[in-house]
Nanobody
């Protein structure tokens, strides 16, 4: 297994933007990569997923139209650009990596799709 390291979290006011990054070690081409979040007292929630390389992208309904997941395969890095942030987006954001899958096969927005995780980065949105 490789290592995932998130960066870019922080604090922002309602309506603001942040971008979090996930740098991976080891081979990632063809793997499912995902972003999840967990707010205090709540279960971990899937946010977005992408297949590294030719990737189908999925978003949770709660972030559709506001968040954008993207990839830089040579840099083994995925990004989650978050716009129009709301206080309910406050959470620890985790990057996750799964198995190699066929091109354009969607990466299911479920923790079961992913095998290893980063340690998370805090995003706080104040009203």
């Amino acid at each position: 297994q490789g290592h995932l390291e998130e960066s870019g979290g922080g604090s922002v006011q309602t309506g603001g933007s942040l971008t979090v990054s996930c740098a991976a070690s080891g081979a990632v081409y063809g793997r499912c990569m995902g972003w999840f979040r967990q707010a205090p007292g709540q279960e971990r929630e899937a946010v977005a997923s992408i297949r590294m390389g030719h990737g189908t992208i999925l978003y949770a309904d709660s972030v559709q139209g506001r968040f954008t997941i993207s990839q830089d395969s040579p840099k083994k890095t995925t990004y989650l650009q978050m716009n129009s942030l709301k206080p309910e987006d406050t959470a620890v954001y985790y990057c996750a990596a799964g198995s190699v899958v066929a091109p354009y096969r969607p990466c299911v927005l479920s923790a079961a799709e992913f095998d290893y995780w980063g340690q998370g980065t805090q995003v706080t949105v104040s009203s």
